[in-house]
């Protein structure tokens, strides 16, 4: 298939072009900037700037047989304001409708959409989530990639374009950024963690599971509007995510048994509640839908994944 994937040279898409190409699909990556070097596994790319409802998409969508859409906005912590989710709007709803309603008007027959568990809420409580469990996203990103999710449904159901959705927990491998990459920095210099009290699971996806499931999505046939969670197959306790990153980078954790309640007091003050919440709280997701109805199962397990990310970051500290 030609296969139009935006935000390509992002973190997911970086590894999804590649894998794609392997597979003997055509790819055109749309980027908002044009990189300095050919975006690997594509054979053509585009530069559409910033997303939002007024980009002009029917010249390259002429072109294609099916879009992945990776592009948004992504949750920063502590971003708040009305300018702010005004933005995510833009970029997360408005670009992603306007995309989808181009690429109907085309006959375009298959959209897959990358969206977030956070589109579900920002913890599970004592059972894990699933596809039926009713939203409630807690900031712009979750709420916007909701909203961008019933927009697409309603497109679906309007024109018979053929929707796929994927909500993701906690992505992680090489390349990987942001609160993970400082885990993996403090579990590099053996820095005390007062985590060793905290009882949870979380969920997690290593990049090359979530890559291969995004696949899996673009070639499966009569997904009329269809969602689906993906994970690595196993939550785990942030203790336990500390010992398996160390024991990947050759390290013995050093995990201070804190107890959870001053752990949200220290949040407080330091005005990292949503930092302290990520760690301490229980975000587990039950991903056997797309394993039962796609049979779909994932291609490395979290030990490999989490190997391959600490190979990377040994491989980047080195240099």
């Excluded at 040279?9 to 970086?14: A, E, I, K, L, N």
């Excluded at 409708?97 to 956070?118: M, W």
């Excluded at 975000?283 to 989490?306: A, V």
Aim: glycine content about 8%.
């Amino acid at each position: 298939m030609r296969v139009l994937v935006t935000g390509a040279t992002g973190f997911v898409g970086r590894f999804l072009c590649p894998m794609l190409a392997a597979r003997g699909h055509q790819v055109t990556a749309a980027v908002r900037q044009l990189p300095d070097v050919p975006v690997e596994g594509a054979d053509s790319t585009c530069s559409f700037g910033d997303i939002g409802p007024d980009t002009d998409w029917s010249e390259v969508v002429s072109e294609i047989d099916a879009i992945m859409h990776l592009a948004a906005r992504t949750h920063v912590l502590n971003e708040k304001g009305a300018e702010s989710d005004a933005l995510y709007h833009q970029v997360n709803v408005g670009g992603t409708t306007g995309l989808a309603r181009a690429a109907a008007a085309r006959g375009i027959q298959r959209f897959v959409f990358l969206s977030s568990i956070k589109a579900l809420g920002e913890r599970s409580g004592a059972n894990a989530l699933t596809e039926s469990t009713p939203p409630v996203p807690e900031d712009a990103y979750g709420q916007t990639k909701l909203e961008a999710e019933k927009a697409l449904q309603e497109i679906a159901a309007g024109t018979g374009m053929e929707v796929a959705i994927l909500r993701p927990p906690l992505v992680y491998g090489p390349g990987v950024k942001a609160n993970l990459l400082r885990l993996i920095k403090a579990c590099n210099k053996r820095t005390p963690l007062p985590l060793g009290l905290v009882d949870n699971k979380r969920s997690l996806v290593y990049i090359g599971n979530l890559a291969d499931a995004l696949v899996c999505l673009l070639e499966s046939k009569g997904l009329t509007a269809e969602t689906f969670l993906v994970c690595d197959g196993e939550a785990i306790s942030t203790p336990e995510l500390v010992r398996r990153i160390s024991a990947a980078l050759d390290q013995s954790p050093r995990l201070i048994p804190c107890p959870v309640w001053l752990l949200r007091l220290a949040g407080v003050l330091t005005a990292k509640s949503e930092t302290i919440d990520r760690l301490a709280e229980s975000l587990e997701i039950d991903d056997s839908k797309i394993r039962r109805q796609l049979g779909w199962t994932p291609p490395f397990n979290m030990l490999q994944g989490l190997e391959r990310t600490a190979a990377w970051f040994t491989d980047q500290e080195s240099r």
